[in-house]
């Protein structure tokens, strides 16, 4: 499992963790999320795979007091059975858990979009949007 750290800082009181399958996902969500993410979110990815090593360190960041798991998971069958598992995951720890989907199939469309049209509206001279992503839903 690879994970990068949203800041140096500690996590917070309600640690949050959100995963998803692919370690550039991670990326892209991040990406996607700026600045509106939570300092100390961790944003990890189980590389690809679900091994018993795998479900056994989710279980563990699961188990942390106040944790949350987040499923940043792609809008597909694949991105539905990921989130599935971590769903079935905090159930079983008592965790807090939701799901982002991004508005695209998977994150990496979601980000060209994204780029695309700030590049658009960049060149037409409209002023940036400052949105706000709101979780369990779309990322803008």
């Known amino acids: 499992m690879r994970v990068t750290r949203d800041s140096l800082a500690p996590c917070p009181r309600q640690p949050v963790f959100q995963l998803t399958r692919k370690y550039v996902c991670a990326t892209y969500v991040r990406t996607l999320r700026g600045q ?3 300092d100390g979110t961790l944003y990890l990815s189980t590389g690809g795979g679900w091994s018993p090593a795998t479900q056994a360190a989710l279980r563990e960041l699961a188990a942390r007091p106040d944790a949350q798991l987040v499923a940043a998971t792609d809008a597909n069958s694949q991105g539905d059975l990921f989130a599935e598992r971590l769903r079935a995951l905090a159930e079983d720890t008592g965790c807090d858990w939701t ?12 980000l060209k979009v994204r780029e695309k049209q700030k590049l658009e509206r960049k060149e037409s001279g409209v002023p940036q949007r ?3 992503a709101s979780p369990g839903g779309a990322v803008p």
């Open 36 to 38: 509106l993410g939570r």
């Open 99 to 110: 799901r982002l989907r991004p508005p695209k199939e998977d994150w990496n469309e979601t």
């Open 130 to 132: 400052q949105g706000k």
